[in-house]
């Protein structure tokens, strides 16, 4: 008898084991879940009435609070007159360049319909935001944050703050996005920003306070440390931010943990993210400034917001700003002064410094060549080696899903080292579309040949910044690289008449957007796709077409292909 019980718990152990095995196989990280309603409000961030993007009634928008390889899904209902897309910046989209939000991968949310998107944060961790990429619609707003935390079993190099603030800084026009448009279609340039705004409010009126009055934006406890992530949204400038009497320890730079070094002030050019930690320890009574002023720009533009200390206020903050760093070798030497935390974890375990990304041979070199406008038909235009991007009716990425890739656009019309006479001959305005061979480490050195700063974005990857520096690249620059510890990024600023060199592996399968992050610049034309195909077309290496995805142009009606095979 007890034999045959002893058989029988057993089989139960057995069974329940593999019950619970087989649970966890199927176990999915956690999902984090909101919806949105995206509609115009009248608000005044530099104090006259305009039209503002909003989301769920706010500017800027909700916060994305989540943690590595959480899995995101926003169910946003387009309530504005005009078709919608968002982007989140920053965000790898691993496998799934369907949810990158540009449209070169998707067709826009008509208005008055809803699309849920849906992604994982997939071991990444920082400071990112999302904002909109349908035309102009970003000098509207509609942009918020997007922070990923680290799970609980990895190490922070850094204790824990007593809070987290982002500040979202940036140029703003006080003409809506439709006069803008009108502006760029017509041949003309946006011009010159009215101000700059932070966190949705800019300085306007008698005094120098953000918002116009004398309520603090961001309050801190005596001698407790506090995590402040500054993100420029901006369209145009550069901007340097700084806090008056405090310094500032940056930590993380678009999902890298840094070497601690502290600053008195940071330029952050456009599309970057910078998380710094400050420690509240000057006197409690007093209020402080958190200013923000333009770069490089004729006439330098400044907004600020208070920050006081609790039971503080007393004392209002110094009329005497502190003063902004002037030239380009000051931003150049900071640029170079950040440096990748080598013993710090990020998303995984291990130390970010055990990939040794200057080990690894080079199989592609592509230079862009970054150039002043270009008139075509009376009209500026913008392009990377010689061809102005458009985008067609049909997104690249379902064009070439569904096979009709070739009534669409072609591939490769620029060339990888492009001559003085190809630079010279008329621009082309066309989409502009390259091939990356899957799983190729490749170098690109952006060449801007243009007077003023310049800042570019990689989608679907992080990449290696590892030089910048005056003049024309050579092959012979390559012997002043860093390849040990350069801050692995998304975003990276081009100084004028200088170069940039980065480095990534095309590891992620998909149709990738890299793009200038001005606003005049990228809408017309100085952007291109980069399209990454796994020759196995296996699931392993991409997702399929999610069945919810919106379709239009020329697939609209067409039978959808055979799905990716695991």
């Known amino acids: ?153 990895i190490p922070v190099p850094f204790d824990l703050p007593e809070d987290d603030y982002f500040v979202f800084v940036g140029d703003w026009y006080k003409k809506g996005h439709a006069s803008l448009r009108k502006l760029l279609d017509g041949g003309r340039s946006l011009g010159r920003p009215d101000g700059v705004i932070i966190n949705g409010k800019g300085s306007f009126g008698t005094g120098n306070k953000s918002g116009g009055d004398d309520s603090p934006m961001f309050t801190m406890i005596a001698k407790k440390t506090y995590r402040y992530r500054f993100c420029n949204v901006g369209m145009k400038d550069s901007v340097n931010v700084r806090i008056q009497g405090h310094t500032m320890k940056i930590v993380e730079i678009e999902g890298s943990h840094t070497v601690q070094n502290v600053y008195d002030s940071l330029d952050v050019h456009l599309g970057q993210c910078y998380s710094v930690l400050v420690t509240a320890d000057q006197k409690p009574e007093s209020d402080y400034y958190l200013v923000a002023s333009t770069r490089f720009s004729k006439k330098a533009l400044t907004s600020t917001a208070i920050i006081r200390y609790v039971g503080g206020g007393q004392v209002p903050p110094s009329p005497e700003l502190p003063p902004a760093p002037v030239g380009l070798p000051w931003s150049i030497n900071q640029f170079r002064s950040f440096r990748w935390n080598l013993t710090a974890s990020a998303a995984r375990p291990n130390p970010q410094g055990s990939y040794h990304y200057g080990k690894i041979d080079i199989t592609r070199t592509i230079k862009f060549v970054l150039k002043p406008f270009s008139k075509v038909g009376g009209k500026r235009r913008y392009s990377i080696n010689g061809v102005s991007h458009v985008d067609p009716e049909t997104p690249l990425k379902l064009a070439e899903y569904y096979g009709v890739a070739d009534k669409v656009f072609k591939y490769d019309m620029i060339k990888d080292q492009p001559s003085d006479s190809d630079l010279a001959a008329e621009v082309i305005v066309a989409p502009n579309v390259i091939n990356g061979t899957f799983r190729n480490f490749v170098e690109i050195i952006l060449e801007n040949h243009d007077k003023s700063v310049q800042t570019f974005h990689v989608s679907g990857y992080s990449f290696f910044a590892v030089a910048v520096e005056p003049g024309r690249w050579t092959e012979e620059k390559r012997k002043n690289y860093n390849l040990i510890d350069a801050i692995s990024k998304h975003t990276v600023q081009v100084y004028p008449n200088s170069w940039t060199a980065i480095m990534t592996t095309l590891d992620n399968a998909g149709m990738w957007n890299m793009r200038s992050m001005s606003l005049e610049r990228q809408y017309l034309g100085e952007q291109i796709y980069v399209s990454v195909l796994s020759p196995n077309r296996s699931l392993r290496d991409e997702y399929n077409l999610p069945d919810t995805q919106l379709l239009c142009g020329i697939v609209k009606d067409m039978p959808k292909p055979p799905p990716y095979s695991s």
């Open 1 to 153: 008898m007890m034999g045959r019980v002893n058989s029988l718990l057993a089989i139960l152990l057995v069974v329940s084991t593999t019950s619970l095995l087989s649970d966890l196989a199927y176990c999915e990280d956690p999902y984090v879940y909101q919806t949105w309603d995206v509609k115009y409000a009248t608000l005044s961030p530099l104090g006259v009435p305009q039209q503002v993007i909003t989301i769920n009634g706010q500017f800027p928008g909700p916060k994305i609070n989540c943690t590595s390889n959480n899995n995101i899904v926003v169910n946003v209902f387009n309530n504005l007159d005009e078709p919608l897309l968002l982007t989140w910046n920053g965000v790898q989209q691993r496998k799934n360049s369907w949810q990158e939000g540009t449209l070169g991968t998707n067709c826009p949310i008509l208005p008055g319909t809803n699309y849920t998107y849906k992604f994982q944060v997939k071991d990444q961790i920082g400071s990112y935001y999302y904002y909109p990429t349908t035309p102009l619609h970003r000098a509207m707003g509609g942009y918020g944050p997007l922070a990923v935390h680290s799970r609980d079993l």
